[in-house]
């Protein structure tokens, strides 16, 4: 176990680091940096981006249309192999653009580091590069500097350090020296300690080097984001499942058709072609293309609702997510401090009070007029302005003449002002502890911050003439109490009705925040996240760190609120999560949410507050930081993943047909129906451009008061394996009976018939499988995706080419079918339309 450095005073620190006031000397620092090495950030050994590359072509479904490629090439289908190589190539470029990006979260994390420190060596206090800074260093650190190594604090005065990045805390940290006696004890509580890597805003102290390099908490948290691996997606997953199934089947149907030629002494080189033209009409040459189409699609609409997608396959993993581990500040709520509440210790001094508020602060407006300094400050000044008067109003009746500044140990400010009517009157400001202890409201207090509000009190003091001595001693005594101010950074009115949104559609909204328990709490009940007498469900970094694995195992889908939540604790509740199935959302702003957002299915980084590093670490960046956008992409996931499934049923009942038109005709003494220029046209440009535009498919209604997707739901669930087995069987059936009479009937055209029924049965069921329930014909759903349209008429328009160009015809073996002959096919055509319509009617009456 290390060292708990916060636990013991900084005299033992040094006693511990044999180290002293005076710094260590030269040359027991090169022995330690000998010892513990550059107080740097190390990564793995990075992959090559050739290597990125050349791991795009290990996907299982890659390689079967690898192999679809070659045997397209054997049989002297070029043109096809040439798309293929086309698609691959190109979907292997788009693979590696991510994942080249990911590697750069670590070079993001680094840049955090300062160049140069303060540091003392032999009594000496001189400047040297961060790098050289060894356990046992004294450092020195002063308002503008990053801490250049984690340090026990000794010497401190006013010192606040901004330390969000890490924590999570929003505003800076008061720091002080003393030792903490609590058992166990989150980041955000080490108050004696600065972290590698954090900003001091105010105030100077010293500080002992307790830990450099990967030793530090930044270190920690680089050694998680280099060994959590990231989470496939489920369509990764389900595509990955579907590839293999699909391969096998191939081949069994292949091996099948082919021993049964030869059992029916068929020549065997025509059934070895045959059954690789059947190989290759099963194998959805243009599934790969229209996936990444979808989810680019995806991501340039995400873009307009505020949601920068950085990892395309995770587009479609919004859809899947059951859980989101939501950040509160900024996310939840507006990252604003507002007044919420106000006690009054007297009517008679509440024109003082509120004087207090306005002018007693240093607030300042830039160039734009908008309000500079400390969060808490804007708020008190805003509330003050809206209920008296301007601060520079104020101001001239009550020009400020003296003040004393705020002082950690004191935890109090005074500012003193002339008084309109004569003499001087003192403000005293400061931490609720530090005035109430001398004047009561302990309970007032105690109420408020069970309310989840930060508390401040305000005191006064009337002076006939100016105090000869302007020190706390004599400033800060004798005071009338005028109340107590409660204030937070209040919950967005937009995400409390996403709570409910996720609600309804079965995700569990989940707040994890570096506030304490009491803040937490009333946040989430507010924002509807837990009810008003859920107590169970709310748990603090302590409590969590006692949980063994199987313990926490057994609670973690019903907390719901983690308060002073720690880096290693956020990846310890999305693995527990994974583990019990379900597919997280998890949102970041700091360099201390890296590995969580690294490890969660969906990584989600704030675009205005987050840090670089999350967002390398990241697969989608929040532009607005708002949590109702995140239920707004869980929407568009859903819509993509729907439209994604409407693509393979379309396709795989496409060349579901065109399987049992090819498998069947020999068996019933049929000649081959369909030559592999039919089939390659029918799966490039019947099955492409209009599977192509079902990506543009509006949402299904109500498609957020369904349940997510189970992560390990097959593709074809749903009834969709069903369907593309009977609707093909069906379609089989309608082109092997068009056969049948076309070579009775008309026995030199009989094959254009076959091609052209084949083709418009494709064209009616992707009409009608744009909506799972509603009929084609409903007012809501026929007209809304123009591009669809376009893609069937184009379609048509190219069929009809082959038949009636007569250049086309030498081509496709086609020949021009009379006006009754292309009515019969299109009447023909249409029954698979009315077939997959009267499914849908049984569908909606179930």
Known sequence: MKQQWHKISSTDVLQELSSSDEGLTKDEAQSRLNKYGLNKLVGKKKRSPWLIFLDQFKDFMILVLLSAAFIAGMVGELSDTLAIFIIIFLNAIIGFVQEYRAEQAMEALKKMSAPIANIMRDGVLSQKESYEIVPGDIIHIEAGSIVPADLRLFDSHSLQIEEAALTGESVPVLKNEEKIEMDSTALGDQLNMAFKGTTVTFGRSKGIVVATGMETQIGQIAQMLESEKEAKTPLQERLASFGKNLALIIIALCVIFFLAGLYRGEEPLLMLLTAISLAVAAIPEALPAVVTISLALGARRLVKKNALMRKLAAVETLGSVSYICSDKTGTLTQNKMRVEEIDHTSHEYIHEMLVAITISNDVTHDEKDKLLGDPTEIALLEYGEKKLKTKAELSQNYPRVREIPFDSDRKKMTTIHKRPQGGFISFTKGATEALTKDYGH??????????????????????????????????????????????????????????????????????????????????????????????????????????????????????????????????????????????????????????????????????????????????????????????????????????????????????????????????????????????????????????????????????????????????????????????????????????????????????????????????????????????????????????????????????????????????????????????????????????????????RFK
């Open 442 to 843: 302990h309970k007032v207090a105690e109420e408020m911050a069970n309310k989840g509000l930060r508390t401040l009190s305000f005191a006064m003091r009337i002076w006939d003439k100016l105090p000869e001595e302007c020190i706390p001693e004599k400033v800060e005594k004798n005071l009338t109490f005028l109340g107590i101010v409660g204030l937070m950074d209040p919950p967005r009115e937009e995400a409390k009705e996403a709570v409910k949104l996720c609600q309804t559609a079965g995700i569990k909204p989940v707040m994890i925040t570096g506030d304490h328990k009491s803040t937490a709490r009333a946040i989430a009940k507010r924002l509807g996240i837990i009810d008003e007498d859920s107590n169970d469900n709310v748990i603090g970094s302590s409590e969590l760190d006692r949980l063994n694995e199987d313990e926490f195992s057994k609670r973690v889908e019903d907390i719901q609120v983690y308060a002073r939540a720690t880096p290693q604790q956020k990846l310890k509740i999305i693995k527990a999560l994974q583990k019990k199935g379900h597919y997280v959302a998890m949102t970041g702003d700091g360099v201390n949410d890296a590995p969580a957002l690294k490890s969660a299915n969906i990584g989600i980084a704030m675009g205005i507050t987050g840090t670089d590093v999350s967002k390398q670490a990241s697969h989608m960046i929040l532009l607005d930081d708002n949590f109702a956008t995140i239920v707004e992409t869980v929407k568009e996931g859903r819509r993509i993943f729907a439209n994604i499934k409407k693509f393979i049923k379309y396709t795989m009942t496409s060349n579901s047909g065109e399987l049992w038109t090819l498998f069947l005709a020999p068996f019933l003494g049929l000649p081959i129906p369909l030559l592999p220029i039919h089939i390659l046209w029918i799966n490039i440009v019947t099955d492409g451009l209009p599977g192509l535009a079902l990506t543009g498919e509006k949402a299904e209604p109500h498609i957020m008061n369904k349940k997510p997707r189970h992560p390990h739901e097959n593709i074809f669930a749903g009834g969709m394996g069903t369907h593309i087995l009977w609707v093909g069987l069906f379609m089989g059936v309608v082109v092997l009976s068009t056969q049948y009479f076309g070579i009775k009937y008309y026995p030199e055209k009989w094959q254009t018939m076959v091609f052209t029924v084949l083709c418009l049965s494709q064209i009616g069921h992707v009409l009608s499988i744009r909506s799972e329930r509603l009929s084609f014909f409903h007012p809501k759903r026929i007209f809304t995706n123009w591009a669809l349209w376009l893609a069937v008429l184009f379609t048509l328009f190219l069929q009809l080419c082959t038949i009636y160009i007569p250049i086309l015809n030498k081509i496709f073996h086609t020949k021009p079918l009379s006006l009754n002959q292309l009515g019969l096919t299109l009447l023909i055509s249409g029954l698979v339309f009315f077939a997959v319509e009267l499914e849908k009617f049984f569908k």
